[in-house]
């Protein structure tokens, strides 16, 4: 969940899917199949869409050759092959809090009906597009467990857009292409940013309460678990004990 820490939405996201290990790497290697296909290219220099997907497989500590895998058979995949395209829905949960969520589909009625039935079983509502995604913003976002001033300048002066400290260390902001830039800039100038990873931050956040957050948490939970669901974002504010 979003709450006030970037960073945490991260952890808890790689913590849920830690427990339902196969079907992550499942959604890893459609992820990373279907940036092949629509960057013409296995190549992740060439291929920002790849280099993303890539990246987010190895957070999750999806197998190297997993990955070299499934790279080779989106570049020789024979015509008549499953074709993913993304397509982003947009709803409410508990407490009038707000949820984006990223899909690769093959089937996009297949994918909004079971989206639609589990905000229906869940306390929620699908809306429209564009009802809530102008409330969050695409960023990149990773992190150096040194918040000293010294990794704050050095922050700014490789291309960061903001950063805050937190008590994982300095949570960095970047413009979604230019990660792997300061990433790279920073491990260079001698620190070790860690989790780079490409995310969706809420401009604001909402405050719920245990009961209204507990809910949230099964419905986000539940809409993870649709094969077709890559990610999903809220901009709720959970209790302490609840996020925990």
């Known amino acids: 969940m979003a709450g006030h820490s970037k960073w945490s939405q991260i952890k808890r996201k790689k913590g849920a899917n830690d427990k339902k290990r196969s079907a992550m790497y499942s959604k890893h290697i459609r992820a990373i199949q279907a940036a092949v296909r629509s960057g013409g290219s296995g190549d992740p220099a060439g291929n920002l869409g790849l280099k993303n997907a890539i990246a987010a497989a190895k957070a999750d500590t999806v197998p190297v050759d997993n990955i070299e895998n499934a790279i080779k058979r989106a ?20 407490g009038g809090t707000a949820i984006f969520i990223e899909t690769l589909t093959d089937n996009v009625n297949r994918t909004v009906a079971d989206i639609r039935a589990v905000f229906n079983k869940r306390g929620g509502s699908l809306g429209t597009s564009g009802s809530v995604a102008w409330q969050f913003e ?18 700014i002066e490789h291309g960061a857009e903001d950063f805050q400290e937190s008590e994982d260390g300095l949570e960095i902001s970047t413009a979604p292409n230019d990660l792997y830039a300061v990433q790279d800039a920073l491990a260079a100038a001698g620190f070790r940013p860690e989790g780079g990873q ?4 809420p401009s604001n956040t909402v405050a719920v309460d245990e009961g209204d957050g507990r809910k949230l948490l099964a419905l986000v939970d539940a809409l993870e678990d649709l094969d077709d669901v890559q990610n999903v974002y809220t901009n709720a504010e959970l209790p302490e004990d609840v996020e925990a």
Request: charged share 25%; aromatic share 8%.
């Open 138 to 155: 695409k960023k990149g976002v990773l992190l150096l467990s040194d918040a000293s001033e010294a990794a704050q300048e050095a922050a």
């Open 198 to 201: 490409i995310t969706m931050i």
């Open 75 to 94: 570049a020789g995949a024979a015509e008549g092959a499953a074709e993913y395209k993304e397509v982003t829905y947009e709803g409410y949960g508990p």
